[in-house]
């Protein structure tokens, strides 16, 4: 009978899960979910229980480990949820102990971007390298790191929290209370965040684009506006990063200032830990070459000028966090994927 390894990624805006028969490198089964507006923790658990269920009821064998990344701090050593910056009711939550009596395996919890800078390494971008900085750019920021093959948690489980690291006093407000965070300044809310602002300010002169008439073939002055109908509000980040290929000049300006300010966070991160690779994930790095090129050249500029560190987009994509979950089911039963 195979030996099954469930992976579960709780994230912020989605949650995936994944099921691998041990010793294969290709998903048996797989499915993710958008997460609902205003989900709480009953929630998200309810709605990976019941893919986690789902997937193993497709797939014939005995689930043997689960491996789980979750979108906040963790500790590790006890499978305890700590909090969620973003899901309300994750606080001191016993994961670990709870997955292991719903689903009957035993189950290792991290945080997601240790869990993905470990898939990285594992199976991804990052193989073949001793060390490794990994950071997802997306709703929010988060890093994790690997050093001699092993996440680097730090004294109380909070490396790799990039970002948090200060990049403008007095700045935006984050999540976790403070002001001018990297998350608060370049993560994809913060791209939005911005470009609303701006647009609020009358820099696009909203009032006027609202007004104008949108018949066959005439093309607005903002692209931006045009893809959200003049709803300000429902503005992301993908919104923004289409505009600027289509040529909004606000939308470019916005993406260049948190490339920028990214590009400084990882200088500042490659300057102190002097990793051989920078593996970027999330959505945000799909927002094109200009950007890509922005941050680089900012993080040489900001590291210094001897450092050898290479900046590479993710291999695994989105599903960096369940390979590294798998790599964390493999601790757990001892037996290493083929890759």
Same mark, same amino acid.
């Given at each position: 009978?195979?030996?099954?390894?469930?992976?579960? #990624?709780?994230?912020? $805006?989605?949650?995936?899960?994944?099921?691998?028969?041990?010793?294969?490198?290709?998903?048996?089964?797989?499915?993710?979910?958008?997460?609902?507006?205003?989900?709480?923790? @009953?929630?998200? !658990?309810? $709605?990976?229980?019941?893919?986690?269920?789902?997937?193993?009821?497709?797939?014939?064998?005995?689930?043997?480990?689960?491996?789980?990344?979750?979108?906040?701090?963790?500790?590790?050593?006890?499978?305890? *949820? =700590?909090?969620?910056?973003?899901?309300? /009711?994750?606080?001191?939550?016993?994961?670990?102990?709870?997955?292991?009596?719903? &689903?009957?395996?035993?189950?290792?919890?991290?945080? #997601?971007?240790?869990? @993905?800078?470990?898939?990285?390494?594992?199976?991804?971008?990052?193989?073949?390298?001793?060390?490794?900085?990994? @950071?997802?750019?997306?709703?929010?920021?988060?890093?994790?790191?690997?050093?001699?093959?092993?996440?680097?948690?730090?004294?109380?489980?909070?490396?790799?929290?990039?970002?948090?690291?200060?990049?403008?006093?007095?700045?935006?407000?984050?999540?976790?209370?403070?002001?001018?965070? &990297?998350?608060?300044?370049?993560?994809?809310? @913060?791209?939005? =965040?911005?470009?609303?602002? !701006?647009?609020?300010?009358?820099?696009? +002169?909203?009032?006027?684009?609202?007004?104008?008439?949108?018949?066959?073939?005439?093309? $607005?002055?903002?692209?931006?506006?045009?893809? *959200?109908?003049?709803? $300000?509000?429902?503005?992301?980040?993908?919104?923004?990063? !289409?505009?600027?290929?289509?040529? #909004?000049?606000?939308?470019?300006?916005?993406?260049? +200032?948190?490339?920028?300010? &990214?590009?400084? /966070?990882?200088?500042?991160?490659?300057?102190?830990?002097?990793?051989? =690779?920078?593996?970027? /994930?999330?959505?945000?790095? +799909?927002?094109?070459?200009?950007?890509?090129?922005?941050?680089?050249?900012?993080? =040489?500029?900001?590291?210094?000028?001897?450092?050898?560190?290479?900046?590479?987009?993710?291999?695994? /994509?989105?599903?960096?966090? &369940?390979?590294?979950?798998?790599?964390?089911?493999?601790?757990?039963?001892? +037996?290493?994927?083929?890759?």
């Amino acid at each position: 009978m195979n030996d099954l390894l469930l992976a579960l #990624d709780y994230g912020g $805006t989605k949650h995936t899960a994944a099921v691998l028969k041990a010793g294969e490198h290709a998903w048996a089964a797989h499915a993710r979910v958008l997460s609902s507006p205003g989900a709480d923790a @009953a929630y998200d !658990q309810a $709605t990976m229980l019941r893919m986690a269920r789902g997937l193993l009821a497709q797939v014939p064998g005995r689930l043997a480990a689960i491996g789980v990344s979750f979108g906040g701090p963790v500790d590790t050593d006890h499978g305890l *949820v =700590r909090l969620s910056h973003h899901v309300p /009711g994750w606080a001191e939550i016993p994961l670990a102990e709870r997955l292991q009596a719903e &689903l009957g395996a035993p189950a290792a919890v991290d945080n #997601d971007a240790n869990v @993905a800078a470990l898939g990285e390494w594992r199976f991804g971008a990052g193989r073949g390298v001793a060390s490794l900085l990994y @950071a997802t750019i997306s709703t929010g920021i988060g890093g994790g790191w690997v050093l001699g093959g092993r996440i680097w948690s730090g004294a109380d489980g909070m490396a790799g929290e990039i970002g948090h690291m200060t990049m403008r006093p007095g700045g935006a407000a984050c999540d976790c209370g403070r002001h001018g965070c &990297l998350e608060a300044e370049a993560s994809g809310r @913060a791209i939005a =965040r911005e470009a609303r602002e !701006q647009v609020e300010a009358g820099s696009l +002169k909203l009032e006027a684009e609202s007004r104008t008439v949108r018949s066959a073939g005439e093309k $607005t002055a903002s692209p931006l506006l045009a893809l *959200v109908n003049g709803n $300000t509000a429902a503005i992301t980040a993908q919104h923004v990063a !289409q505009a600027a290929t289509e040529g #909004d000049a606000m939308a470019q300006a916005v993406l260049d +200032k948190a490339a920028h300010t &990214l590009g400084a /966070g990882l200088g500042a991160a490659i300057s102190l830990m002097n990793p051989e =690779r920078v593996v970027l /994930g999330g959505g945000v790095t +799909k927002a094109g070459a200009r950007w890509w090129r922005t941050v680089r050249e900012e993080a =040489r500029a900001t590291a210094f000028a001897q450092s050898r560190t290479e900046i590479v987009p993710a291999f695994l /994509g989105d599903d960096a966090p &369940l390979w590294g979950a798998i790599a964390l089911a493999e601790g757990i039963v001892g +037996k290493p994927v083929n890759w």
